[in-house]
């Protein structure tokens, strides 16, 4: 029974527009084998070439050359440049680590820590530190959903990798520009705890990180779309002291937090399900207190919450 139009007829796509989009999605799904993923690189694709009123050839040679990078095994979410974490949308390149999803529940956990000592003495200047932000991906979340748990926060984010910590900062510069307002963000170049200031000795609140954790041997047997695309550098790991596969810089962490977290303060980070026990002993060993090791949502043991009593 006929009726109104919903919009201005200018918004909705001519039949043409709409049979070219489809023949599009059918050619990428044909040369990336997923109909989900060919209509994500058929939108991006849309979203960098194309007027929503028609369907212009650069939209079709965008989104070709997209399918083919796929193609060849290059991971989505580097083809699109960028990928969702939490309440962000980050760009994402070969210079950093692709933010997983236990990634975002270790964010969760650390705001639940946030939420914790905040309320110990509430109103306070609170300061996270996130070592190997890589994309930011923890850090930003923190600075994001952290500031509306504790106003007054700073987040200080490292990394070794001056690359990766140029992916940061144009992060950064997109949620500022977003205006969200996040809180106030430090990007330091530098080895773990080494990148920051003396001055924040025993006065960080929280210390979140996603470390390298793989063992050379676990490194091997990765899909080849982490192993020759991911950087290395942002998931091998030496044996920890006791033997224990990939442990190393989990190990120097867990061992040098104490000297950085204020009493009270809380260490939260990720591991591989194998290495939860080595990960709780250190933390015990450190002097940490409170230690225990929260599943993921496979229900496998994937990280490590310790806190300085
Ligand atoms: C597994 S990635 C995590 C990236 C990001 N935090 C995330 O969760 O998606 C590990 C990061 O640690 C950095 N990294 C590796 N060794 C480091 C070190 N010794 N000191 C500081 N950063 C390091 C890598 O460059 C990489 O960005």
Redesign the pocket.
């Known amino acids: 029974v006929g009726g109104p139009a919903t919009g201005p007829a200018a918004d909705r796509p001519s039949p043409e527009t709409t049979a070219a989009r489809a023949e599009l999605v059918a050619e990428v799904t044909a040369l990336v084998g997923s109909a989900r993923e060919a209509r994500w690189i058929v939108e991006d694709a849309e979203s960098r070439g194309g007027d929503r009123g028609s369907f212009p050839e650069e939209v079709v040679v965008v989104a070709r050359a997209l399918a083919t990078r796929r193609a060849t095994g290059e991971p989505l979410q580097y083809v699109l440049g960028r990928w969702p974490f939490r309440e962000l949308e980050l760009a994402v390149d070969r210079r ?2 692709i ?2 999803p236990e ?1 975002e529940q270790l964010v969760e956990l650390a705001l639940a820590e946030l939420t914790r000592i905040d309320a110990g003495s509430p109103g306070g200047t609170r300061l996270c530190v ?6 930011g ?2 850090a930003l979340s923190l600075a994001t959903e952290g500031a509306r748990i504790a106003p007054q926060l700073e987040v200080w984010a ?4 001056p690359e ?1 910590l140029r992916v940061a900062r144009t992060n950064l510069s997109a949620l500022t520009d977003s205006g969200a307002k996040p809180a106030k963000v430090h990007l330091e170049l ?3 705890f080494g ?1 920051l200031p003396a001055s924040l000795a025993g006065a960080v609140d929280l210390v979140t990180s ?3 954790y793989v063992s050379d041997e676990e490194f091997e047997a990765l899909d080849a779309s982490v192993r020759e695309w991911e ?1 290395p ?3 091998r790991a030496a044996p920890g002291a006791d033997g224990t596969p990939g442990l190393a ?1 989990i190990e120097e962490i867990v061992t040098n937090a104490p000297e950085w977290l204020r009493a009270n303060g809380a260490l939260v980070l990720e591991f591989a399900p194998h290495q939860a026990d080595a990960a709780a002993s250190a933390a015990r060993r450190a002097g940490l207190g409170d230690v225990s090791t929260p599943r993921d949502l496979a229900g496998r043991a994937r990280f490590l919450v310790a806190r300085r009593s």
Do not use: M
């Open positions: 950093v680590l933010p997983r990634t996130d070592l190997g932000t890589g994309s991906a923890i490292t990394d070794r990798s990766a530098g080895r773990w990148a996603n470390p390298p950087p550098e942002a998931l810089d």
